[in-house]
């Protein structure tokens, strides 16, 4: 890794975050720990931190939809639902939480550097533990943030100084400001626009049936499942716990419809009957309610399909922006390092990759990006920027796989982004000897904890009811000292 020769030549002293989720928290904190700023400046759209971890109640998602089929990234910003509370009106936006969602991942694994989450939370956290979790990590930068404010369009004000535009809106009033920034850090997620993919017939079925084809993003319970005939179409962490949610009250077993098997699935316990993918969705004048699977099975009486099919990275404020962040919207383009925009590096987009720990990686991103930016690491030229892009393109492709990080990389690429950040020039009066605010690097233990998390939390899960007791790796039988002391025997 080549580490040199492409300074940023305007000093930079004023740097916007957009989003005070995981990672723009994150950034926030290792701005700080620069003491090179002069403004850091937060702006959320909620009406309060932690980003896709505040949940939205069922109420909230009543009746929401998109449309079938949903093939586009390209979405104006979400409009709020507003909420009358006791301490006033809250600006909720739908998150893809759903009401009995765990993390999969464990807590050990999951947490920032410099915090770890209670002791008495369970080992794979419910959602409102981590949203409690973030909010005190929050606690000492709120004032910073910007609170029910939407960032409408951010745009390049000066090419040669790569400095940028930020109009942001104000949903309480509806008042517009404009700013101007150094650097921008684009923290605002993936999560918000959904894929559904063109099936051939799916238009005319969801005409038919309206209301039967759902995304997983509007999932909240399985009440609604009630006795109904379910397919749940995909295998990601989502899709298997939605599938088994639903498949206790559904009429029959669910039928979950996938391209390959989930690296997370529990082994086959007879719960729900795999389908490879639906192939079309047959004409409602010939079929009641008929879908065909790729293998040529057909199944009639269909009374729901949720897809589990993940979203499209999508930046209504970027809409400017050329060369663009988003064109088909399977990945964020024209980046270096899954991170800096190459044209005009003062912009960073933390945390864009999937199959990671997301907490861990969005603090040595903002490890990064904030050394950058204070002038105490520079990046490569332009073309050697562009040429790392295109060799991960003829490497994985120009669609989502570019994004794909599964285990070991996501290890290793936390851990070159951990020492990427330990090479910057020391600066007197930061913290670690001058070396400032350094995040995770993963050692043998807790690489041992990621390789074997699928078969943690398959453990987990068997636990049924009594899995709320279960605290820490000791507890389902995983032992890390154990397992080395095994290795060794064998070696």
Known sequence: ??????????PIRRVAVIGAGPSGLAAVKYL???KYFDKIEV???RSSVGGVWNYSPSSSKKGMSTTVPHLTPHEPAEKPVWIDRAEGREATFVSPLYDRLETNIPKELMRYSDKAFPLEAQLFPKHR???QYLEEYAEDVKSLIQFKTQVLEVKLKDETLSTWSLTAKSLSTGAHSTHTYDAVVVASGHFTVPYIPDIPGIRAWDTSHPGAISHSKFYDSPESFQGKKVVVVGSSASGLDIGAQINEVSQGKVLVSQRS???????PNGDKIIYPEIVEFLPPTAYDRGIKFADGRIEEHVDAIVFCTGYFYSYPFLSSLNPPAVTHGWRTMNVYQQLFYIDHPTLAFPVLSQRVIPF?????HAAVFSRVWSARLTLPPKDEMKAWEAAEIDAKGDGKEFHLLPFPMDADYLDFL???????NPRPGLSNNGQGKLGTRWGERERWMRAHSPDIRRAFVQRGNERSKIKNLSELGFDFEQWKKQQQATR
């Open 1 to 10: 890794m080549h580490v040199e020769s492409m300074a940023i030549t305007n």
């Open 418 to 424: 951990h020492d990427w950040a330990e090479k910057a």
């Open 43 to 45: 702006f959320e759209q």
């Open 32 to 34: 700080l720990a620069e």
């Open 129 to 131: 533990a981590v949203k």
């Open 261 to 267: 098997e989930s690296y997370l699935a529990p082994p």
């Open 360 to 364: 861990p990686m969005a603090e040595n």
